[in-house]
């Protein structure tokens, strides 16, 4: 059955260094997201993307992040200059369709860790 | 403003016995998702409940969502220790932003 595959699965990481978490989509969806769960909180919404592009960001996704797709199977997700806060467990998912009709797929996370 | 708000809650069951959360919600849906967590995992999609639906069954799964209460509940039946995990509600909204909004989680334990 395909799947979204996420590495790593666990980073530690100096605050102010920067981390790349790398995501493989299911190879015919054409939505990518990124998600984040803080340890006990919400699942957050970071950014979609589609057709090469950021569709939509939310107000956490801010100028320390960034997406790329930057070989057409991969879809990672920057964070420039790592803060305490930073901290959680970062998932990628992707859909089928090009809107939110059907359900999302996700992959198992990756933990971040922010010293 | 937040979508996608389960009554927080954690849940303990016996084996054999039905497991019932809610969720609740502010604006105006196209659907309405539920995912499943276990402790460390991804998330795995349950069921979505579109906004002209009442209810919906999947296996031992019942939905359903009352759009004038901006509400939903998800049953599962006939409780299994498997069935222990934190389950989240997921709204799509039906005017601005093209995501899902997920709440906080319920956290389900099934006593065997």
């Known amino acids: 059955e395909p799947e979204v595959t996420q590495t790593p699965s666990h980073q530690v990481t100096q605050m102010g260094q920067e981390v790349i978490l790398r995501c493989v989509p299911i190879s015919n969806h054409l939505y990518f997201y990124w998600y984040r769960q803080i340890l006990g909180q919400k699942v957050e919404f970071l950014v979609s993307f589609y057709n090469n592009e950021i569709s939509e960001k939310s107000e956490i996704f801010d100028d320390q992040f960034s997406v790329e797709r930057p070989d057409g199977s991969n879809f990672t997700l920057k964070i420039r200059s790592t803060k305490l806060e930073d901290s959680a467990m970062y998932f990628c998912?992707?859909?089928?369709?090009?809107?939110?009709?059907?359900?999302?797929?996700f992959g198992e996370g990756s933990r971040l860790t922010v010293l | 403003s937040q979508q996608g708000e389960e009554d927080p809650q954690a849940l303990s069951i016996q084996e054999g016995e039905n497991a019932t959360m809610n969720c609740s919600y502010k604006t105006s849906i196209n659907n309405l998702q539920w995912y499943r967590q276990n402790s460390g995992r991804g998330l795995v999609h349950l069921i979505l409940?579109?906004?002209?639906?009442r209810e919906k069954h999947s296996g031992r799964l019942r939905v359903t969502l009352d759009t004038s209460k901006k509400s939903s509940s998800l049953l599962i039946t006939a409780s299994r220790a498997a069935d222990t995990a934190s389950y989240f509600c997921?709204?799509?909204?039906?005017?601005?932003?093209?995501?899902?909004?997920f709440g906080k989680g319920n956290q389900v334990v099934v006593i065997p």
């Open positions: 997921a709204t799509d909204p039906l005017y601005g932003n093209n995501r899902l909004a």
């Open positions: 998912a992707s859909s089928e369709g090009i809107d939110l009709t059907g359900e999302l797929f």
């Open positions: 409940i579109r906004s002209n639906e």
